[in-house]
């Protein structure tokens, strides 16, 4: 719920700048001036770089005794107030095994973020450079030795914005599901709810969450990058977009952060990721068993309902693929991933969990109103939109409206089609004998649209 808030501050106040939005509010007191944070590689080329503040300082990495103070102003910066709502209706008619059901919700969600009054403290980076000019990293001291064998990049603090008055957070949540048929409802209404059964296929439920934020809550922060050579001697990257690392072996290991969704090709890559260990091959989904396509189907289809739970299941996803676990107890709208996860980590070569995190991370990039487009489509939706796709990118000239799969030749289909391009900048034109697309941008939003509609499409073959 914090990390939601901030980053809706974060896509208002600085969309294509260099604030990163702070996701819990544990890490609040390492973000001062000066800080070190560690900016750790991704694994598909559209994803951001991931931030981890530390416990040390440049001055604590510095060698020598003298104690670093750099100059920091203080100024006020915005009075910040929001509220997001969401307004969601779904139905799914699935078949899993002998089991059968019927599915059809419809609910709220409210997002009230009040931040009151924000303040801005920057560094003066020129009175760093200054103090700090004649003095070299340590290249002994642990987390240097850490980040030499993770190819990680270390930046400091340059500005920070925070709270000054005691502020809330509060989101309300209401939904109602009809079903027919058992197949673990309960598990989809996420945490802190009370049920009320109207009869024997009604249940309703409703969540309220506030939570309070103490004055001088860092909500947002932007950082420098540092390049260090191997004798300790360290460069602050000043000019924007420009890279750090760590010097070893006459290279710098450094974190590709300059993509962002700025420029990528207009078609998928058919393999390479940001650091060329991951095949981008979504195609070993439509391998799994009929029955966990569907339920990892259906949790997605809830899923996209939540950017946190989808941000969360990411994260969980990218550290299975790392070799390590995320413990989801405690995060009710998860646990119920666990088995359809185990199911996609049977095979010895780990293909279908790549292609899982593949087609969950491409999905957490897609923007609110995508996600909630797609909540609300159809298995026969997915599949003809994805035909559709696949028709318009192998062609380099207009189609034929005779190509146009079957389900879209009506109006309300083509114009949801329409509405989930037109979410991504992306515009779909067809007049009495042509059909074609046009961009309005040469982002990654096209790139991981196919590519979620794609996933979407394997795992929902034979669900209907």
């Known amino acids: 719920m914090f990390s939601k808030a901030t980053a809706n501050f974060v896509r208002q106040i600085d969309p294509e700048g260099s604030l990163i939005h702070v996701s819990r509010v544990n890490d609040s007191h390492k973000l001062a001036p000066m800080a070190l944070v560690i900016k750790r590689n991704r694994i598909w080329f559209w994803q951001r770089p991931k931030y981890q503040p530390t416990d040390f300082t440049l001055g604590d990495l510095l060698q020598g005794h003298e104690v670093l103070r750099p100059g920091v102003s203080e100024d006020d910066f915005v009075s910040y107030k929001e509220t997001l709502g969401d307004k969601l209706f779904g139905k799914l008619d699935t078949e899993a095994g002998s089991v059968s059901m019927t599915l059809e919700g419809r609910g709220s969600s409210k997002l009230q973020s009040c ?32 980040l030499e064998k993770r190819a990680e990049v270390l930046a400091v603090v340059k500005q920070r914005i925070f709270t000054t008055n005691l502020c809330s957070i509060t989101h309300t949540k209401k939904e109602q599901c009809t079903f027919q048929g058992v197949l673990g409802l309960v598990g989809m209404l996420g945490s802190s709810f009370q049920l009320c059964v109207k009869d024997s296929n009604n249940i309703e439920a409703d969540s309220d ?22 004798n300790g001697q360290y460069d602050i990257c000043l000019r924007p977009g420009t890279i750090g690392g760590i010097e070893a072996d006459n290279t710098v290991h450094t974190v ?22 991951h095949e981008m091959d979504i195609s070993s989904l ?42 989801m107890t405690g995060h009710e709208e998860l646990e119920s991933w666990s088995a359809v996860l185990d199911s996609c980590t049977e095979d010895s070569q780990g293909a279908r969990l790549n292609a899982t995190h593949l087609l969950v991370s491409a999905l957490e990039e897609l923007p609110d109103k995508t996600l909630s487009i797609l909540s609300e489509t159809s298995p026969d939706f997915l599949e003809a939109f994805d035909t559709l796709m ?24 083509f114009q949801q089609a329409e509405q989930l391009l037109s979410s991504t900048s992306v515009t779909l034109r067809r007049d009495a004998d042509r059909l074609w697309m046009e961009a309005g941008s040469q982002g990654v939003l096209p790139v991981v649209l196919r590519l979620s509609v794609q996933g979407l499409s394997l795992l929902c073959k034979g669900v209907k």
């Open 209 to 230: 969450v506030s939570l309070e934020i103490p004055s001088g809550t860092v909500i947002a922060y932007s950082v420098l990058e540092l390049e260090i050579k191997k």
């Open 390 to 413: 696949c028709r318009l990118k192998d062609s380099s000239e207009p189609l034929s409206t005779q190509c146009l799969p079957l389900l879209l030749q009506d109006n309300q289909a």
């Open 286 to 327: 439509g391998e799994l068993p009929q029955s966990t396509r569907a339920a990892l189907f259906q949790r997605l289809k809830e899923t996209l309902r939540d950017r946190g739970a989808l941000s969360y299941l990411q994260c969980a996803l990218e550290d299975l693929c790392n070799g390590e676990t995320r413990d």
């Open 115 to 146: 931040f009151g009054q924000l303040k801005k403290e920057e560094l003066d980076v020129k009175k760093l450079l200054q103090d700090s000019s004649n003095r070299k990293v340590d290249m002994r001291h642990v987390l240097v030795q850490q």
């Open 256 to 277: 590709d952060g300059n993509c962002n969704g700025k420029q990528v090709p207009e078609t998928v890559p058919s393999g390479a990721s940001q650091n060329g260990s």
